[in-house]
T-cell receptor, first 108, second 114 residues
Framework: KNEVEQSPQNLTAQEGEFITINCSYS?????LHWLQQHPGGGIVSLFM???GKKKHGRLIATINIQEKHSSLHITASHPRDSAVYIC??????????FGKGNQVVVIP | EAGVAQSPRYKIIEKRQSVAFWCNPI?????LYWYQQILGQGPKLLIQ????????DSQLPKDRFSAERLKGVDSTLKIQPAKLEDSAVYLC????????????FGPGTRLLVL
């Protein structure tokens, strides 16, 4: 069973700051997902990656397969980025093992 | 394209009562997932369907939880009887084929058991 650890658990940033949150996992995977969850419960998939780096708008996700580690970066953070960011890894049959999430708060 | 639909959005019941949740996945998505998310934790897979067959129900408490996807489209998840520890958000998700790919989540049903 894959153990997915996320850090920091809670992060507060000023608007405009560069934010980095991290995810590590214990067993080899086929893909890693970054998800965003706003208050109210809805989850949106941000990235799915298996190597290298992906960018979408102000969000950048990187993964290092050898080190079993991924980071999600938010550039020029904005209050609307306030959410819980969840890391999940694919374990065959597209079954996902989830971390507990990083709570991010961006203050105006 | 319509997203994953779930109902109800909120439900409050007393322990030992029964409750059912409904999910309609994105059209054409063969794989459907039910997750349980307890406050402060990541989602936990309860059951995964591929069309109308069960792929993984290893974490489903089968003494009280059941789920079906009879026609390979929409699905229901039932809890009978409910316990206090079942209070959680129940999330439904779907994906096209079930290989490592993006899952699309519904808004969830927030259940409170008193």
């Amino acid at each position: 069973k894959n153990e997915v650890e996320q850090s920091p658990q809670n992060l507060t940033a000023q608007e405009g700051e560069f934010i980095t949150i991290n995810c590590s996992y214990s067993v080899g995977i086929s893909a890693l997902h970054w998800l965003q969850q706003h208050p109210g419960g809805g989850i949106v998939s941000l990235f799915m990656l298996s190597s290298g780096k992906k960018k979408h708008g102000r969000l950048i996700a990187t993964i290092n397969i050898q080190e079993k580690h991924s980071s999600l970066h938010i550039t020029a953070s904005h209050p609307r980025d306030s959410a819980v960011y969840i890391c999940a890894v694919s374990e065959g049959n597209n079954r996902l093992a989830f971390g507990k999430g990083n709570q991010v708060v961006v203050i105006p | 394209e319509a997203g994953v639909a779930q109902s109800p959005r909120y439900k409050i019941i007393e322990k030992r009562q029964s409750v059912a949740f409904w999910c309609n996945p994105i059209s054409g998505h063969a794989t459907l997932y039910w997750y349980q998310q307890i406050l402060g934790q990541g989602p936990k897979l309860l059951i995964q369907f591929q069309n109308n067959g069960v792929v993984d129900d290893s974490q489903l408490p089968k003494d009280r939880f059941s789920a079906e996807r009879l026609k390979g489209v929409d699905s229901t998840l039932k809890i009978q009887p409910a316990k206090l520890e079942d209070s959680a958000v129940y999330l439904c998700a779907s994906s096209l084929m079930g290989i490592p790919e993006t899952q699309y989540f519904g808004p969830g049903t927030r259940l409170l058991v008193l």
